[in-house]
């Protein structure tokens, strides 16, 4: 019986390090992934931002050299599109953290649903 035990704890061992090591690897993946998204978000949000901020800036001053706008106009206008765009660059930081902790916590969650169907099953 003690060497039935010893066994059994012998080939426990192996399977229990190697689940560690796979479980280990996966929440590395799931780590980097969820990093290269929450990066790609920012980038993204950066882009759409800058393009944002050049067309308006690009429709004031095209205003202003078609005359619709009036001289006293134009630098307040810059002024609140730059105030704007400094918010929504402010903000992007917080958004890709965001982002990164919901694709972490949302891949952690779902291994213990397939694990709560299968053990109902």
Known sequence: MASEASTAD??????????AIRQ?????????LASLTATSRFLAGWAQSADRYAQTL??????RARGATAPGELVPRLADATSAHLRELSSLPSLAVDHFNQQVTHAEREPERGRRRSEAS
């Open 58 to 63: 690009s429709d004031e001053l095209l205003g």
């Open 24 to 32: 280990l690897a996966v929440h590395a993946a799931r780590i980097q």
């Open 10 to 19: 012998r080939d426990e061992s192996p399977r229990s390090s190697a689940d």
